[in-house]
């Protein structure tokens, strides 16, 4: 019994991931597409390794695919953050991401500039909007909702 409680305590997270708290916890995500497509999901942000990162586990429905599943981690650098995912479906990902205080969401963006993850705290929830520059105009291609697991 000792052991499973062990398990589901979060380490604090180091003093340079703070602003990225709002993440951790267990999650369910509704993803819309924008074709009006839906695809649920769940979610999991963890801290791990003394805090020093978090560690995110994803998997879900996809419009195309059987099933959607993502495995990943963030940690601070110098420059802001970095996030490393391997996807279901693609070679793994690198993105640098920023906390934007004066907006207060985080930004985590492809290494080309071109296209992003935006995830914006919402009052015990999380609203994440996925996006691309195409033809010199930001184009929203995924809205999800994070809802805490009851």
Not at 9 to 30: A, C, D, R, Y
Not at 135 to 146: E, F, P
Request: aromatic share 14%; charged share 15%.
């Amino acid at each position: 019994m000792i052991f499973l409680f062990c398990m589901w305590m979060q380490v604090p997270l180091v003093e340079e991931l703070k602003p990225l708290e709002f993440l951790i916890g267990e999650w369910e995500t509704l993803s819309v597409y924008p074709d009006g497509t839906q695809a649920p999901g769940h979610l999991t942000y963890e801290s791990v390794l003394g805090g020093a990162w978090i560690k995110f586990t994803f998997v879900g429905q996809h419009p195309t695919r059987p099933v959607w599943e993502a495995h990943g981690f963030i940690h601070a650098t110098q420059e802001g953050f970095e996030s490393i995912a391997i996807f279901s479906s693609q070679p793994p990902v690198h993105m640098p991401g920023h906390w934007l205080s004066d907006q207060g969401f985080f930004r985590s963006t492809n290494e080309a500039g071109d296209g992003g993850i935006d995830y914006h705290p919402e009052q015990g929830a999380v609203y994440q909007e996925n996006w691309q520059i195409i033809d010199g105009t930001r184009t929203v291609t995924l809205r999800t909702h994070y809802r805490p697991v009851q």
